[in-house]
């Protein structure tokens, strides 16, 4: 069952205006194309709480690269790709610009040092109307604020008379948060990941007097769409971008077989502790399970690649408190956050096989109820 937070009763328009416009409504109505996509023209939600000491972490050097801006022989080399036999393919890459998939898994990688990325990525998501609630580049990670797709309000008769002086009376009892997380590449540059988060209202009864805030399933056409218009700020044309993400399909995810997900299933180490094992090589491994902990909540603080190892800050989904609930500052509910712990995730691959785990911040065994709570989470989002 999702976790719910009562939420006061927010209506899609007040009583007496509705009940009025109801005699406009013989005109008809028609509804905007749900893959477009206006978060410009929501009013900003009040910011989620950091804790103190993520605005204190020390500039750490994960993300100084050797890279350079996209040059015009680069980005012309890039429009055409051929394979062994001369025949062109789909592309996957313009100038410097990579879109990858693997799987159901997209990201971009890109040939830039993340500190030259930093600033245009957070232009990026300013520019799509989006208040960033989380800035860390010594994280690597950026989060949004709560927002609303507007393009979702049906554009019906109603609204139109009414005009924009009374649009904020609509709703579409919907919220939206992306994470944006940058990870230096293997061979340079730098991966570019962006996971979605929803939230939706919905009614408590038949009578509609009140309405809770409960989790809804993340949008991978979302994410997908925002990779693509991250590209285009990155210098990318729109029908450069619309052809790489077309043409994502086939590139840079090898055979069907390779590219599948590997299977995740929750196991018992020597000892008895819990952990989680994918049919994943360490590179795709550690990918996913980045992806994951973004997906589900967690906080990346610091990651070390070459021991597989995820520093992480974890807030418990079934916490109690009385307290407002957590997801109550969407609307500027009082609240407090919700208590934390410190975690390493490890990544450890033997042949085919991954399997992860969860140790302390000071790498001793986790508490057995700590361990089974993230490990089902975890294996959950990984299946």
């Known amino acids: 069952m999702p976790t719910v937070i009562a939420a006061p009763r927010r209506p899609r328009l007040t009583a007496t205006l509705g009940a009025a416009l109801l005699l406009l409504a013989a005109g008809g109505c028609s509804v905007l194309d749900p893959d477009k996509i206006d978060y410009k023209s929501a009013s900003a939600g009040s910011s ?4 103190p000491d993520l605005t204190q972490l020390a500039a750490q050097s994960h993300y100084q690269m050797p890279g350079g801006p996209v040059t015009a022989s680069s980005y012309k080399a890039g429009q055409v790709a051929m ?16 879109f990858e998939r693997r799987g159901d898994e997209r990201w971009l990688h890109v040939d830039r040092p993340a ?12 520019d799509n109307g989006f208040v960033l609630s989380l800035d860390q580049p010594s994280l690597g990670l950026m989060e949004t604020d709560w927002a609303e797709n507007r393009a979702k309000i049906p554009q019906d008769f109603i609204r139109n008379a009414i005009g924009k002086m009374l649009d904020s009376l609509y709703s579409t009892g919907e919220r939206d948060r992306f994470r944006t997380r940058l ?12 996971t979605h988060s929803g939230m939706e209202e919905v009614y408590t009864s038949s009578t509609r007097e009140s309405t809770v805030w409960q989790p809804r399933a993340r949008n991978p056409e979302l994410e997908i769409e925002f990779l693509r218009r991250l590209m285009v700020k990155l210098g990318v044309s729109e029908e450069q971008s619309k052809a790489l993400v077309a043409g994502g399909a086939n590139a840079g995810s090898g055979n069907g077989a390779a590219a599948a997900a590997g299977g995740a299933r929750i196991l018992s180490l020597p000892g008895g502790a819990p952990a989680v094992q994918i049919t ?36 418990d989904p079934t916490a109690q408190k009385k ?34 785990s969860v140790l302390t911040d000071s790498g001793a065994a986790a508490p057995e109820a700590d361990s089974k709570r993230i490990v089902k989470v975890l294996a959950d989002e990984l299946r």
């Open 280 to 315: 994943d090589d360490f590179d795709r491994a550690w990918r996913r399970v980045g992806m994951a902990l973004d997906r589900t909540g967690f906080t990346v603080e610091d990651r070390d690649r070459s021991k597989g190892i995820y520093f992480v800050r974890y807030v």
């Open 83 to 98: 394979d062994a036999a001369g025949a062109p393919i789909a592309l996957s890459t313009i100038g410097d610009v990579h």
């Open 323 to 356: 307290e407002p609930g957590f997801f109550s500052k969407l609307f500027g509910a009082a609240s407090q956050q919700l208590p934390t712990a410190k975690y390493q995730i490890t990544v450890h691959t033997e042949g085919r096989n991954s399997t992860i």
């Open 48 to 51: 989620l709480e950091v804790p």
């Open 115 to 126: 500190d030259k990325l930093w600033p245009q990525v957070r232009d990026f998501w300013q």
């Open 183 to 194: 990870e230096r590449g293997e061979q340079g540059g730098t991966d570019i990941y962006v």
